[in-house]
């Protein structure tokens, strides 16, 4: 049986990140890909910020920049805010993928596509753990290895292997890839609503060469998400005056919202989507899984050394991970317990009250795509009128410092 230090599961921006980070170190790392080809399919909008960059170490997978948002209510009323320096940037998703592989690769890492974990085995080697791993082809292939590291997306085998919790809810996304798309090139623009996005929003992202990502992700309703998709069709037809054209590729996903109660166990961690390090305000993981990578590293890297992998050393990753990024992760889900209550008359509402010069300025000041919940309680600070709209309990947590949000009253959602 093959023995290495550390299997990784899944070459996405968090695994190739924890391979790099493992690798350089000069530890033995494997990583597996269930797909024939590393960033195949493309798994996301790639709508990033600098930090994603500067985690990188590169620029050469960014298509073009973003100065701002546009937000549409259902109605279409909408509000905007343009800054003078580029807030976002639009990637290519498949080449970050590759560009982060094969930055492990040259640093020692070894890459087998085509093939996924597929389960443990009962008996390993001393200070092992053994895993089957499966390929595309049929034949199996057994390893015996001091680590897992989880990075195999939301419906994560890692996860269930070791019998760690699933996030509480996935949202279904849907998103296709228009050529030609009229918009402003600089600008985002965001799509609220229970007919078109129900649960979260809908998404026009220019993909800088005259085309954009269109896309939704919603509540799993029992309703495919590409009918929303359509939904989102026909209102951005409205919004532009003219009917966007036939789609060239389609992307079909989900997306973890809600922390796990741990991402660690004896001789394994998760990382990225399988640890569902994922913003609860807009779906988006790619920095908060390569961060938590680079945590989930260091952990390793010392209780490699050490020969000390059981789930009392891994633990604490998940103490660091929280420390830096638990905080937010708890004030957006809060926020996103509002955001469902509210229906397509407040949303409205919403969208009017953050229509004066003074929010639309703290948006351009406070704004941050990596930590929504900054802006949001500056908005509230500053605008009576919005808090005016939304639950009492809001008032709590702006005037409070406390860790937590409070609870919301029970009760049904507002349809």
Do not use: W
């Given at each position: 049986m093959e023995s290495i230090d550390v299997l990784v599961v899944g070459a996405g921006p968090a695994g190739s990140t924890a391979a790099y980070r493992l690798a350089s170190a000069g530890h033995r790392v494997v990583v597996v890909e269930e797909h024939p080809k590393v960033g195949e399919p493309v798994q996301c909008a790639g709508l990033v910020s600098r930090r994603v960059l500067d985690l990188a170490g590169a620029e050469s997978f960014v298509r073009t920049s973003v100065r701002g948002a546009a937000v549409y209510g259902p109605g279409l009323g909408s509000t905007s805010f343009r800054a003078e320096a580029p807030r976002a940037y639009v990637i290519d998703r498949h080449g970050l993928d590759v560009y982060l592989a094969d930055r492990a690769a040259r640093s020692g890492a070894e890459y087998r596509t085509s093939t996924r974990f597929d389960h443990l085995l009962p008996t390993a080697p001393?200070?092992?753990?053994?895993?089957?791993?499966?390929?595309?082809?049929?034949t199996s292939?057994?390893?015996?290895?001091?680590?897992?590291?989880?990075?195999?997306?939301?419906?994560?085998?890692?996860?269930?292997?070791?019998?760690?919790?699933?996030?509480?809810?996935?949202?279904?996304?849907?998103?296709?890839?228009?050529?030609?798309?009229?918009?402003?090139?600089?600008?985002?623009?965001?799509?609220?609503?229970?007919?078109?996005?129900?649960?979260l929003f809908g998404w026009w992202i220019p993909d800088g060469a005259g085309g954009a990502r269109v896309g939704v992700a919603v509540d799993a309703d029992g309703t495919p998400a590409r009918v929303y998709y359509e939904r989102l069709r026909a209102h951005l037809a409205r919004r532009f005056g003219t009917p966007l054209g036939s789609a060239t590729a389609y992307l079909a996903s989900g997306i973890p919202i809600g922390t796990l109660p741990k991402t660690y166990a004896d001789r394994a961690l998760l990382i990225g989507d399988a640890?569902?390090?994922?913003?609860?305000?807009?779906?988006?993981?790619?920095?908060?899984?390569?961060?938590?990578?680079?945590?989930?590293?260091?952990?390793?890297?010392?209780?490699?050394?050490?020969?000390?992998?059981?789930?009392?050393?891994?633990?604490?990753?998940?103490r660091l991970w929280r420390a830096e990024l638990g905080e937010e992760f708890q004030r957006a889900?809060?926020?996103?317990?509002?955001?469902?209550?509210?229906?397509?008359?407040?949303?409205?509402?919403?969208?009017?009250?953050?229509?004066?010069?003074?929010?639309?300025?703290?948006?351009?000041?406070?704004?941050?795509?990596?930590?929504?919940?900054?802006?949001?309680?500056?908005?509230?600070?500053?605008?009576?009128?919005?808090?005016?709209?939304?639950?009492?309990?809001l008032g709590a947590w702006v005037g409070g410092s406390a860790y937590r949000a409070p609870d919301l009253e029970p009760g049904p959602l507002r349809k």
């Open positions: 001393p200070d092992r753990i053994a895993v089957r791993l499966a390929h595309a082809e049929g292939t057994d390893l015996a290895c001091r680590l897992v590291i989880g990075a195999d997306g939301v419906a994560s085998a890692v996860a269930r292997a070791f019998r760690l919790r699933r996030p509480v809810e996935i949202l279904p996304a849907f998103e296709a890839e228009i050529p030609n798309s009229p918009g402003d090139p600089e600008m985002v623009e965001v799509y609220l609503g229970r007919h078109i996005s129900p649960g640890a569902a390090q994922v913003k609860p305000l807009s779906g988006g993981g790619i920095f908060t899984g390569m961060r938590c990578a680079e945590i989930a590293a260091q952990v390793a890297h010392g209780a490699l050394a050490r020969n000390d992998l059981g789930a009392g050393a891994l633990a604490e990753y998940d889900l809060y926020l996103r317990r509002v955001f469902t209550r509210l229906n397509d008359a407040d949303l409205d509402r919403v969208i009017e009250a953050l229509k004066d010069a003074g929010s639309r300025a703290t948006i351009v000041a406070f704004g941050d795509i990596d930590f929504p919940t900054h802006v949001v309680r500056e908005l509230l600070r500053t605008s009576p009128s919005l808090v005016r709209l939304l639950p009492k309990a």
